[in-house]
Every structure is written in structure tokens, then in C-alpha cells.
């Protein structure tokens, strides 16, 4: 499985931006994400039929994650960006339950880097 994931930039904070992820096959899909010196942590995951959502505490409210499987694309949209979103954002896919622990985690695509400057 390739994951091939898109979008990532430099933004204010307060911002917005839309990550995607391009992925192929039946799987449910997460985004982490690592900061320098930090753990990887989840900050989203969803179900193959999309019923079935997990968040991060600190994104609830702010970030929404979304998939079109016609599409095979996955997405993470993140409204009010605060500073310590900065942080490389993986996709990633599972071909079992979601879990907030990486290594439930088969699949991962390259990141992709997001900074919010305050």
C-alpha cells in the first residue's frame, strides 16, 4: 500500500489547512504526528465506511477527518491553527482497529510538514 500524502504548508495561526491522503485498498486510516522531541501521537483516525471517528483531545473541535473512497483519498482538515500544531503530519492505514498506538498502525506514508507561526 502506498500512501502518498499532500498539503501540508506554513500558515498563521488561527489558520486553515487540508491535508490528503491518497490510499488504495480497505483500510481504516490515521493521521499522526510528530513534533521535534515529542512522540508520535494520533490526531485522527476513521473507519473504512467513515461511521466510526477518533480524536486527539487537543484537535476536538478544530480539526474534522473525512474520506472519499470513490476517491481513495482520506483527509484531515484543520481549522485554528494554533503554534503547537507545528508538527510533520504522517497517514497512515490499518488493516485492523483503530488505535490511538502507532504500531496498530501497517501502513505509513511519508509526511508531510505543517508549521503555524504565532
Known amino acids: 500500500v502506498q500512501l502518498q500524502a499532500s498539503g501540508g504548508g506554513l500558515v498563521q495561526a488561527g489558520g486553515s489547512l487540508r491535508l490528503s491522503c491518497a490510499a488504495s485498498g480497505r483500510y481504516n486510516m490515521g493521521w499522526f504526528r510528530q513534533a521535534p522531541g515529542k512522540e508520535r501521537e494520533l490526531v485522527a483516525a476513521?473507519?473504512?465506511?467513515?461511521?466510526?471517528?477518533n480524536y486527539a483531545d487537543s484537535v476536538k473541535g478544530r480539526f474534522t477527518i473525512s474520506r472519499d473512497n470513490a476517491k481513495n483519498t482520506v483527509y484531515l482538515q484543520m481549522n485554528s491553527l494554533k503554534p503547537e500544531d507545528t508538527a510533520v503530519y504522517y497517514c497512515?492505514?490499518?488493516?485492523?482497529?483503530?488505535?490511538?498506538?502507532?504500531?496498530?498502525?501497517?501502513?505509513w506514508g511519508q509526511g508531510t510538514q505543517v508549521t503555524v507561526s504565532s
Open positions: 497512515t492505514a490499518s488493516r485492523t482497529a483503530i488505535t490511538r498506538v502507532p504500531s496498530g498502525y501497517d501502513y
Open positions: 476513521i473507519g473504512w465506511s467513515g461511521t466510526g471517528t
